[in-house]
C-alpha cells in the first residue's frame, strides 16, 4: 500500500485540511479525492500528493 496525502480547501477555513490514506494506487487515491469533492459544496479543490510529489488535483 501506498500512502497518499490528501489536502482538501474548504471554503470555511484558511488552511486545507489534511488527511492521509493508504491505497493501492493512484486511481484508487482519485476515487476518494472526488469523494470528499462531492461531499461538500464548500470543498473547492483536493490536492493529492505522495511522498511530498504532486500526484493530482481537482478540480
Do not use: C, G
Request: glycine share 0%.
Amino acid at each position: 500500500m501506498r500512502t497518499f496525502s490528501f489536502y482538501i480547501h474548504d471554503v470555511r477555513y484558511s488552511a486545507p485540511t489534511l488527511k492521509l490514506v493508504q491505497a493501492p494506487d493512484e486511481n484508487e487515491a482519485r476515487r476518494h479525492a472526488q469523494a470528499w469533492l462531492d461531499e461538500s459544496d464548500h470543498h473547492q479543490a483536493i490536492e493529492v500528493f505522495e511522498d511530498d510529489q504532486p500526484v493530482l488535483r481537482l478540480p
